[in-house]
């Protein structure tokens, strides 16, 4: 029963908000997580009270989760039972008025520019044939040029990257849609590899009967494209190729360094809030002090008069 109302939930979440995958199955793990915690207390979902709801608060500060995990398992909680309430299961919501952990302000990680021209260079022989490096290639240019977000450049339809265009349409979160320029090496990366994929179809046609794919980044799994998973695995494998500490690099740190090494170059912060498809200037404004604090470092380690090390 309770699984039930929780996936009716995110069916009606997911058609209201028109939230992404990503955005459900997130919510899903928390509620039951929520769910797992209250069966040896003996409580139905539908009966917590808000002195259990931060009661289970509690204990996952006591298994060490990161604030950003609680915070998000508190909103988690707070929408099944604001949509418990609309639908009238219950006659309030009881995680309103409960205060979260927040998210804290940590500045993203970013790579400096010789780190990302190292990975775009181990890109284009990263790979045991002709394909696979036109893939790879392509992936990283289009990441870095575009600051897109790793689920929306592996689920990019290929009718979008025909006709050597100059900018990309991107389907972002909640499906919302922007323009992305394209650098002069991301469209010619991206050239080659349409000219190994469009090969590379045809033969599985004519060989296989294999209907065409409608993604720019054909997979074999069950999404039909390249997952995040498999690039997340490759990106790794380009960090040890171009001497860098894997654990540094991630497909979010490639959108950091777009975000970053634009404002260091002068760019408009609305210009970078829209590249990015954030909805607020907030969320950007992070990166005004990722560059506050290299001018800093800058002024301490570099200025004439600054004590030495």
């Not at 058609?15 to 997580?33: F, K, M, P, S, W």
């Not at 010619?188 to 000219?195: C, E, G, Q, R, V």
């Not at 408009?268 to 829209?274: A, G, K, N, P, T």
Request: hydrophobic share 45%.
């Amino acid at each position: 029963m309770s699984q039930e109302l929780i996936s009716r939930f995110i069916e009606a979440h997911a058609a209201e908000l028109d939230a992404a995958q990503n955005t459900q199955l997130a919510y899903g793990r928390d509620l039951l997580d929520f769910l797992d915690w209250l069966g040896p207390q003996n409580i139905a979902l539908l009966a917590a009270q808000r002195t259990d709801i931060e009661a289970y608060l509690i204990h996952c500060d006591a298994q060490g989760l990161a604030r950003a995990t609680r915070a998000r398992r508190l909103a988690s909680i707070r929408q099944f039972y604001r949509f418990a309430y609309e639908e009238g299961l219950r006659a309030e919501n009881p995680a309103i008025q409960i205060r979260g952990p927040g998210r804290g302000k940590a500045l993203p990680k970013t790579l400096s520019l010789a780190q990302v021209d190292g990975l775009l260079s181990a890109a284009q022989t990263h790979g045991r044939s002709p394909l696979e490096r036109a893939r790879t290639t392509a992936l990283m240019e289009l990441l870095y040029a575009t600051g897109m977000r790793v689920s929306e450049l592996v689920s990019l339809p290929v009718m979008a990257a025909r006709g050597d265009p100059s900018m990309l349409l991107v389907r972002g979160k909640g499906g919302k849609e922007r323009m992305v320029p394209l650098s002069d090496p991301a469209r010619a990366a991206l050239a080659d590899w349409l000219t190994h994929r469009d090969g590379a179809e045809a033969k599985a046609k004519a060989d296989k009967g294999q209907p065409a794919s409608p993604y720019l980044f054909p997979g074999r799994g069950k999404a039909g494209h390249v997952t995040r998973q498999s690039f997340f695995i490759t990106l790794k494998a380009l960090a040890l190729d171009a001497q860098i500490d894997p654990t540094l690099v991630t497909p979010h740190v490639l959108r950091h360094a777009f975000a970053t090494h634009l404002l260091e170059n002068g760019a408009d912060l609305r210009v970078i809030q829209m590249l990015l498809g954030h909805a607020d200037l907030s969320t950007t404004e992070i990166y005004t002090h990722v560059l506050e604090t290299r001018l800093k470092d800058l002024v301490l380690n570099k200025h004439p008069l600054a004590d030495p090390p």
